[in-house]
């Protein structure tokens, strides 16, 4: 792999759309052998349920609103300025509770993440996503799910 740089300016991103908001990839497999990052702007209602990851590593930066992510055993309330490292093996969902969408900063290395997330927007284009389907989407793509992803039109 050659190395290259990335420059992204405003609305130079691809993404996709997730319960009507978008996330913005902003480095993913194409770009690098080491991480991926995205610009999430996380739906009302929207929580991504109870999963653990065996290899990937996720670290979040919350930019705008208010998130509630459950860490292992502890339930880390995220406003604007909160950092959060979640390494491989660690049960977390993350979920905004607030009646706004939040914005946030996520990487998840390595790569590839963006693929998921492509799937994901297909699936939950059109209404509350199929658990079996969902299921089989996050085993693909190193999530073991320990309860349901939620949405809220």
């Keep these: 792999m050659t190395a290259k740089h990335v420059i992204r300016r405003l609305g130079e991103t691809e993404g996709v759309t997730l319960r009507g908001q978008p996330m913005a990839f902003l480095v993913t497999g194409e770009d690098t052998g080491h ?5 999430w702007t ?9 999963h653990v ?3 990937q590593e996720e670290t979040f930066y919350v930019l705008e609103g208010e ?14 300025g909160t950092f959060l490292f979640i390494p491989p093996g660690v049960p977390h969902n993350i ?9 946030v900063l996520m990487t998840v290395s390595p790569p590839g993440h ?5 799937e994901l927007a297909k699936l939950t284009a059109s209404g509350p996503p199929d658990a079996k389907a969902i299921s089989e989407l996050r085993a693909r793509f ?12």
């Design 53 to 55: 990851h065996r290899v």
């Design 42 to 50: 996380i739906p009302a209602g929207f929580a991504t349920g109870r």
């Design 142 to 153: 190193d999530t073991d799910q320990l309860s349901a992803l939620t949405t809220r039109a």
């Design 35 to 39: 991480t991926s990052m995205f610009d």
């Design 114 to 118: 963006e693929h998921y997330f492509e």
């Design 95 to 103: 979920t905004n509770a607030s009646e706004k969408p939040a914005r």
């Design 67 to 80: 998130c509630e992510w459950f860490v292992g055993d502890e339930i880390v309330r995220a406003t604007p």
